[in-house]
């Protein structure tokens, strides 16, 4: 016989406190003050302003530096969620081990290249990363970041990764 399958906020509660863990491993996220939104599977990465976060006063503009980061930090938690949802849906001790908090090795950068369109206003940002290829070994990643209007985007990133190795 098979058992009762779980209600559907359990199986969402566990995923956002799966989420909310894989981000807390990251403390650079927490110190620019980026957070992650998630709707089913799909990750939405949230830069909230703050005044530290201008590199140009005078324009003002968002500093290079945080843009590139916030990207690069999009990307690997595109990657990393990636990992952890398909380790979750698995069911088994997989599911279990996420809940303890215990996920996969993060994926390594091998190279990133920031485009950078236009200015990034003193507002939040917003970026979502499209996994083009993830295999055993190497995943390629594309972000795209927006402020008030997601088809006027003010930064695109290109990232190469170097994926952990498999737990035996």
């Excluded at 089913?40 to 324009?59: A, C, F, Q, W």
């Excluded at 069911?91 to 215990?102: K, M, N, Q, V």
Aim: net charge positive; aromatic share 8%.
């Amino acid at each position: 016989m098979r058992p009762a399958p779980e209600p559907v906020q359990v199986i969402k509660q566990r995923r956002d406190a799966a989420l909310e863990r894989l981000a807390a491993a990251v403390p650079y996220a927490r110190h620019l003050g980026v957070g992650f939104e998630r709707r089913g599977d799909e990750l939405t990465t949230v830069l909230h302003y703050s005044d530290k976060l201008i590199g140009n006063p005078r324009l003002p503009a968002l500093h290079g530096g945080v843009t590139g980061a916030f990207l690069e930090m999009a990307a690997l938690l595109e990657l990393a969620w990636a990992q952890v949802w398909e380790r979750m849906e698995g069911g088994g001790t997989a599911a279990a081990e996420i809940e303890t908090g215990a996920f996969p090795a993060w994926p390594k950068t091998i190279d990133f290249t920031v485009d950078y369109l236009r200015p990034g206003l003193p507002r939040d940002a917003y970026a979502r990363a499209r996994v083009n290829r993830m295999g055993r070994r190497y995943a390629s990643v594309h972000v795209e970041a927006w402020q008030d209007n997601r088809a006027r985007l003010f930064a695109q990133a290109t990232g190469h990764f170097l994926m952990p190795a498999a737990a035996e």
